[in-house]
């Protein structure tokens, strides 16, 4: 992906395009914002940055149009196009090659600069490519056919040169389009943190004061509901933080004082005041940026599929037209400009207009069906590459599970209630409290009692007054501490064994029932892992979560393997350790901790109701957070691989007959390749690959 050099001509340019309130997010963030975002251009580009430097999308579109203009006339006044079409030489007119010349030069130069400056750069680079074959072609028919105009023997061929440019660049525009812009990775990260905090000052007053005003040993205030504004560790208060979106726990964790705090994540029902020990680039949220900036630019970049077709065929041009030229003058009588005017033929036929638009057209094609299914293809390259996935690990946390909490299972000691009455009760008890495990069984059952004189029991569950008897839904702590027994304690410590959340109903102090909850599994998830498995790939789960949980979720959906208790600073280096097995290694999460991973792998893959930054990470995104969809992609992108070898071969295929006929060698037998006929055959390709292209279909 990355080169060593930087084009900021380019990046100044395509940052002009960014509204400046999406550049005013947290400064530690902004630090490093700049060079990362030169980096993902790249990433998401389908040539390399030398290619397109300075052009952007606005660039390609008004050269395209302005050439396009300008070719018109050209056409009109070529002696070549009169002939072909079987015009009367009443067109001609006084000095219309010189005008012919002037116009031909303005296009060369003007359209052709994109490809003349990557010529440039290619060879600079030691890599020539599809700048290099197209640049060769303009300019072998835009100098052969100056030199006609000034009195060399010979056809001109500046409608061809004109043609070529146009279509060249109507291929890039369509290109550049097709793929999404400049990411902004670092700016949604950074807008995980609040940009106010309430700091208190040593007389206890609190004031609101911006978030990069923070020191080292400053007091805040978080109030329930509230972001985190920085790392630092709690010394008065309790209450329990989502820290999903940090570090891929799904259960709310408990806080009390002496508890540290990470910046960004979300307070819950209790009001907290924390010392402030991190600020700047030492927070947590910090390394993530860092994480994240590193994984990228540690990528390297896939060569595509179009530029290896065209380095090739400049190999071939240079070495028919050199090969043409020395036969011609070598062993035949004919004269230099005989054998100069064979040897410009086949350079010039040898660039394939359908060439320029076989990659393009598939791209754009393949980026519109595949946003209507729910896929948003943001970097060709990796989405080429998805076709040779070997391992694709998931992250757990809302991607293979919801990210919530829910039933499992519901136990019932006592003849006299079932599972649904239980619920019930529970739910109505809980109907009353905010924490997620209450949301969890409320949200398990539409039905529900009435509850009165509801009243919370401090860390240890929630009672209340239903149907006229006293229920209690409590943790197992609580049975502990007021020793009463239950019945069935295996099934319950295989529960917990499997790392879910039980509580038992308590009815006039009976243990009546348990209820066990844990993060939902999607529905979808075990068919998306079977599909996988019968493509041949390896399927893995990467979770912040412990163990029992991990192992739990592995075995109902049949992983291959699991990794556990991994911090998100260290989930790269998971994805690194898959990779150096040697296998091509998709990554697909959603969490702000999954960015560095999703970067770090070859294949990003966000779901896309996860944090923006995943998303902005992604090299794909997966608008319907289905799971599936990640086997739609694979086949979709070996479906579109497909028609682009299928349009290489129609767009270059024909020079196998073409160039020999250019060359001459049927020229004893009267039979001759004409510059007229060439076009007629390069039309007829690029019609074929334009056809082709439409007809790529998703499964």
Known sequence: MNQDHKHNHHHNEHMEHHSHSEMHHSEHAGKVSDKTMDHKKQKHSGH????HEGHTIEGFRKRFWVSVIVTIPILIISPMIHHFLGLKEALRFTGDSYVLFVLSTFVYFY????????????????????????????????????????????????????????????GHWIEMKSVMGASKALEELARLMPDEAHKIDDTGNIADVPVSELKHKDKL?????????????????????????????????????????????????????????????????????????????????????????????????????????????????ESFNFALSRTVTVMVITCPHALGLAIPLVVAVSTALSAKHGLLIRNRNAFEQARNIQAIIFDKTGTLTKGEFGVTETI?????????????????????????????????????????????????????????????????GYLEENKIEFQEKDKIEKLSAQGKTVVFVLIDNKVIGAIALADIIREESKEAIKQLKELGIKTMMLTGDNKKVAKWVADEIQLDDYFAEVLPDKKAEKVKEVQSRGMIVAMTGDGVNDAPALAQADIGIAIGTGTDVAVETADIILVKSNPKD???????????????????????GYNIIAIPLAAGVLYSEGIILSPALGAVLMSLSTIIVAINARLLKIS
């Not at 599972?419 to 109505?428: P, R």
């Open 412 to 476: 019932s000691f006592d003849e006299n209630f079932d599972e649904k009455e239980i619920l019930k009760y529970a739910a109505a008890v809980e109907s009353e409290s905010e924490h997620p495990i209450a949301q969890g069984i409320v949200n398990s059952t539409k039905e529900k009692f009435e509850v009165k004189n509801f009243n919370s029991i401090p860390g240890k569950g929630a009672e209340g007054n239903v149907n006229g008897k006293d229920v209690k839904v409590v943790s197992p």
């Open 630 to 652: 990640v086997v739609s992609l694979i086949k979709f992108a070996k479906a579109t691989y497909n028609k682009m070898v299928q349009n290489l071969i129609w767009a270059t």
């Open 111 to 170: 359209g052709g600069y994109p490809f003349l400056k990557g010529l440039v750069d290619e060879l600079k680079n030691k890599q020539p490519g599809m700048m290099t074959l197209i640049a060769l072609a303009i300019s072998v028919a835009y100098f052969y056919s100056s030199a006609v105009v000034f009195g060399v023997k010979g056809e001109v061929f500046f409608w061809e040169l004109a043609t070529l440019i146009d279509i060249m660049l109507l």
């Open 48 to 51: 390399s940055h030398s290619e």
């Open 221 to 333: 205030l978080i109030k329930p509901g509230e972001k985190i504004p920085a790392d630092g560790k709690i010394y008065e208060g309790k209450t329990s933080i989502n820290e999903a979106m940090i570090t891929g726990e799904s259960k709310p964790v408990s806080k009390s004082v002496g508890d540290n705090v990470i910046g960004g994540s979300i307070n819950g029902e209790g009001s907290i005041k924390i010392e402030v020990e991190k600020i700047g680039d030492e927070t947590f949220l910090s390394q993530i940026v860092m994480l994240v900036k590193e994984a990228q630019e540690s990528k390297s970049k896939t060569q595509n599929l179009a530029n290896r077709a065209a380095f090739w065929l400049t190999i071939i041009a240079i070495s028919a037209g050199a090969i043409t030229m020395f036969v011609w003058l070598m062993f035949t009588g």
